[in-house]
């Protein structure tokens, strides 16, 4: 944010001011058919802020200077003209949610600074065209009808060749105009041309100044990779502000605002911090403290705290711009939404779910307000409100939010839009996790739909709702859709990243490994399996920890095909990647180590099992905080291997700890379950032991 109020542009229109349309009929010795006197009454009511009327006698001015010289409708389009008019909407920057935000709010970033209109001195019909054109186009300016006034500055270059200051002022709002409108390309265009006319025509150093900042505030939103020639500009417009007398510190401090948010683009964001801090000293100095001005300051002040993490300091800022805003503008404003979005942006990174959904509700209401119901901010506040709901485990009003935010994404976007893919996917996700697979699987089959009819997506993103769609339809037990599935995501992405070395691929073979696995096709799953392993070995190395559930598959495979020995190697690996990535004190290196003594047990390999068992409980015995739950499935599992050995001492007391340890901590008893391999010899050498057990 950014303000820069100046004399020449104080008033805002009100449409309230001009509810009946009065003309004012001028002094009987004026006479009303002069284009000059009614340009002159088009000016006294444009400096009263009756900008509607002032553009009723521009208009009648124009008429009749048409009306003098007929031949000036028919007027040949100009070099510069055609030159702009080649600059595409393509080349216009891609407005993100933030600079949506910036083009529309009423600051202006120094860019305006030509807005009074002109008196018709000239004598030449061409010239007092051009200027009457100028002040219509001026009177639009002022009402926010950027696209009309467009048109109309257009028509003035056309008419403007033999009055270069004139081009020169209507390049400079013709720029403003394009950068409200959003086309930043246009803006680009004659904002640029505008500084080279300040050069040749030695204009004034503010003049010159002004130029430079405009230019660098358009490469500031185009995010065009001008960073560097910005602040050049910027740097140069401020020693021209500051070498000039009759420049006043309100532009300097302007320029001193865009140079910290350059800064911030940069991630500077000290740096950015030490500009602002100058440029907000001069602004309470000359607005005092209660003003836009300051406030728009505050706005990026926090901004920087909050890309620091300085999130008190961050929302110090937000809130001390909402004092000043609420003040200013009245309780529901556009700005005010931003800031309470800001707010519960800072929030949510701090972890704080409850305060960022307050602040995203306070966003949807003032929003609402000044809005209506159905707007893109409210879609996005939404999804926003959306995924802290989502963080809290609250998926039910998680998915609420989510609805209401697609719902006005339906109204107010095209079809098919990405977003609208996103807010389904996060409605889909919420619905995985929900244990609602079908609804899930519904509305990713939606998505790719939407993939398939819409333009401009990577194909790579079709890939991903594949897998989505291929792991929904697996945990469906639906194994030949799966398996369809992840077949079309791979081919599409050995298409995409062309061959076979990427971690997506290795990813969805070992994704169709698994299916293949669950339709007992176990030696295509081990093919998968090795693949997906050599992928990743030779993209990670061999010592990642992605490697681990792969050497985990291959050993499964093993295991049921009944190749004991190569099992045993391959869960040994996935044992030595997990212990090196986690350390052998974690959890899951744990529970490795419990399910290889699994393993040798089923085998038979009884003292290799007792190994990893005690093992598994040395490990838990030094780590700090105990998982009672683990441990006690480490002692049944022991439990078991005794009474499979008969060791009916060491079985009753091993069990004995493990229902202790179950009483001490509140867990069910249910988690202890008896079992034994060999209960009839057991019950014949032992009576006893089973009822004792």
Known sequence: MNSNVNNDRHCIYDPNRDEKLIIEHPAKRVRLDSMFTLNEIGISHFNRGKYCLAEKYFSQALAKCMHSAPQL????????????????????????????????????????????????????????????LYNIALTYVLQGLHRESMSWFVRTLKHSEGCPRLVFKTLSNLGFASFRNGCYGKALFCYTKALAMARQLNLSNAALAASMNSVAVIHFYNRDGSSNEAMELLEHSLDLYQSDEQSNRKEIATVWNNIGRIQYLESECLRALDSYAIAVAIREEEFGEVAMDVAATYFNIG?????????????????????????CLGPVNTEICLVYRCIGDVHYEEGDFKSALWAYEMCLTTSRASKGKYHPTLASVFNKAGNVCYKMSDYKKSLQYYTEGLAIERKVLKPNTSHMIITLSNIAHVYKLSGQSAKSLSVYRRILEMQDRSTGFERVEVANTLSHIGMLEYNLKDFDASFESYQHALRILREVHDGENHLCIAATLNSIGLVLFKKDLFQMARLCFVRALDIRQHILGPGHYDLAILWYNIATVYFETGDDCNAIKAYKESLRVESENMGELHDGVIRTVLHLASIFQQLGHLTEAEKHFREALKRLGQKRSKNFRLEVKVLNGLGNLYLQKGD??????????????????????????????????????????????
């Open 73 to 132: 409708k028919a007027r040949d389009k100009s070099p510069l003209v055609a030159s702009l008019e080649m600059v595409s909407e393509s080349d216009d920057g891609s407005l993100s949610e933030s600079s949506l935000t910036a083009a529309s709010h009423p600051y202006d970033e120094g860019l305006v600074v030509y807005q009074n209109p002109l008196e018709t001195h000239s004598k030449s019909t061409e010239s007092v065209s051009a200027t009457i």
């Open 303 to 327: 901004q920087a705290h909050q890309h620091l993490r300085n999130f008190e300091n961050a929302k110090e800022s937000y809130t001390r711009f909402l004092q000043i805003a609420q003040c």
């Open 648 to 693: 009916v001492p060491n079985a009753i007391a091993v069990f004995t700890k493990a229902t202790r340890s179950l009483c001490a901590n509140n867990l069910s008893e249910d988690s202890l379950v008896i079992t034994g391999l060999n209960y009839y010899s057991l019950c014949r050498m032992h009576p006893a032991c089973a009822p004792v057990a």
